[in-house]
């Protein structure tokens, strides 16, 4: 099961008008979709995800709700998509979901034993290919940019001294061996693991190459929500919207909307949620 987050002050920001287009970058397990069809059923919904999994998922709820358009893709086939039709919102929950984290058989998880796999799409290079292949200083790159990973150059030189890897806990042993376990609140292999999952997706270049898009989606007063997980995330997103995208789009969260109390303690997993939301100018 995955727990949507902050469902509904996202069902609030996309200020969803009857006879509207909307979309839901981020299908997942189908949490949104469902909140914004049941707040407002007279629209139509486009449905987007790279994994094949979630289109599943999605075809399934389409029984109940016709008014679901459906698309396997990434962020960089919303232009094709649209093809030509511009938005009354559109919402992006970045990430993975929790279908993805725990099942073992897509390796996203050091928790559990399973391929080392970490592909949303199915498709592409895997987290295997990265640390069984490549050079020791890209490794390391990898993990200091995208996992804030202090050792990544020991953690590097040691997963080259033990590959070939074939599952996520022969990798989670080996980085344990790198840095054994400190006073530390997180596994050794935690923000490795985030570095992996990050580049094997492309997570970064995805979302930058959409917000250099979302402006050319959106109709006069169309709205942009984006939930993000990490930091990393969150400043492409903030960065955009007070440089970039500054001209095109009206800021309406000052500061980000994060999950209160009630949300934290049901669902764990949303406490580093951040929720921001603009509204496109008629520029
Ligand atoms: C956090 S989950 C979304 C959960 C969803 N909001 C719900 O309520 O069930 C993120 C989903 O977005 C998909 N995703 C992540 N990056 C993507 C991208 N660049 N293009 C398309 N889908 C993407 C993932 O495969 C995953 O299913």
Redesign the pocket.
Known sequence: M?T?VLLSPIVDYLNIKEGGLYM?????????ARAILNHCPDITLIV????PE?IERAHAMAIDYPQLEIHH???QDIESILNGRLLDGIVF?????SF?IDDPTRGFSLRFDGPLDMR?SKDGISAADVVNTFEENDIADILFHYGDERKSRRIARRIVADRPFETTMDLVKSIQKAVPTTFSAQPPATKSFQALRIFV?N?LI?IDAMLKAIKNYLKTMGRLVVVSFHSLEDRLVKTYLTQEGREYFRILTSKPIAPNDDELKQNPRARSAKLRCAERNDA
């Open positions: 995955h949507p839901d970058a981020t299908f997942g397990g189908g949490g949104y987007l995800d790279r994994d979630a893709g990434t962020f929950d970045l990430g993975v979901s993805q949303m997706n997570e995805e």
